[in-house]
């Protein structure tokens, strides 16, 4: 890795200073004020850009703060950084999948309990539900790499003989987290490690005696 | 049910029709131009009432979409009103709850399916994840009675054997319809009858061997 290989070395650098400082200022403007006050002119400000660097990068506010959210859930910095990308995390493989999806799950919950966390995620949560092409940067970006991880600890599992061979692990998947989400975004019961607990138990063993 | 019981029945039946009145223009125009552009004054002009006669029934235009779409999703025409109330509804039993559960959630596909609900559910999903007091509101008038019928179902079920005894039936209607509205809210991939059949089976059978 020469100067000769990456003569914008410092260019590159500088750029991804301005990134992050971006993300970083969309990510808690969301937290503090809600999308529908959020601004370009408000990003740039807190992160201080001009207007013309965040449009440079980004189409719109909703772009802004997808990239911020995948940052703070994934680590991912973006293409020009380092970190640990959705790609190469995993989840937890002790050999009991009961209990690595409660370990997973919990720790679900314990992000949606967190304000920070909450404010952020249910304005892109509202903004997905808005915006269709939204919803497709999401389902591709964030949503299916996530769902891929899952799925590779689901896999493990039933190649384990733990799971039934014929699983859906798609359904399987959203029959786990699924409502966790609802309950979260419509508010509809706290959400405790009991109850995170109690659809993993129920999902793995199913309704039936 | 003599007039010196009701000395006021014209008035009621007057001031019933009004109700009927916004409660329609409001479904109506959050279908056609989203909660978003909704206001008072719209849907008092399209129900050919004054703004002050909303203002009396409704303390804001989520409230009055709200009771819009109990109308219409429930039959329900409000305090003043006759027809079935969720409380009097019940889910299809024919003592076959793996082939009910699929007949009530086939129906639910088909009306999240369906451009005309889609939009104005989608509204009051946003408006209830935005807002708090929306959501509480929702969760006493409209997701509790609903779940109520689900878990009505169900508990037959258990009765009958056909489910395990200890099963929290909460968990039970979470695992069967939160993925349905996730899948819809984030348009995370088609919602199909497949979709809820698999989710039937799976939820029913379990994960495991």
Redesign the interface.
């Known amino acids: 890795m020469t100067d000769q290989r990456r003569p914008s070395a410092g260019v590159a650098r500088r750029s991804e200073t301005s990134r992050r400082a971006v993300l970083t200022a969309a990510f808690e403007l969301a937290a503090e004020v809600g999308y529908a006050k959020l601004s370009i002119e408000g990003i740039a400000a807190r992160a201080g850009v001009g207007k013309q660097t965040i449009y440079r990068w980004w189409p719109s506010k909703g772009a802004v703060l997808f990239d911020a959210f995948l940052m703070f859930t994934t680590g991912e910095p973006g293409e020009e950084g380092g970190g640990e990308s959705v790609e190469e995390a995993a989840l937890p493989d002790t050999g009991d999948v009961e209990a690595d999806l409660k370990t997973v799950m919990f720790a679900t919950v314990d992000e949606l309990n967190d304000p920070r966390y909450d404010r952020t995620m249910?304005t892109l949560?509202?903004e997905?539900?808005?915006d269709?092409d939204l919803?497709?940067l999401?389902?591709e970006r964030l949503?299916r790499p996530m769902r891929e991880l899952k799925k590779r600890r689901?896999r493990a599992a039933q190649e384990a003989?733990?799971?039934?061979?014929d699983?859906?692990l798609?359904?399987?998947v959203?029959?786990l987290w699924?409502?966790l989400?609802?309950?979260w975004?419509?508010?509809?019961?706290p959400l405790t490690h009991e109850?995170a607990a109690?659809?993993v138990e129920?999902?793995?063993?199913?309704?039936?005696?």
């Open positions: 249910r949560s509202i997905i539900a808005h269709a919803a497709a999401y389902a949503n689901l003989g733990q799971l039934a061979a699983l859906d798609d359904v399987a959203d029959l699924s409502p989400l609802v309950r975004l419509h508010r509809e019961g109850y109690a659809l129920t999902a793995l063993g199913g309704m039936r005696p």
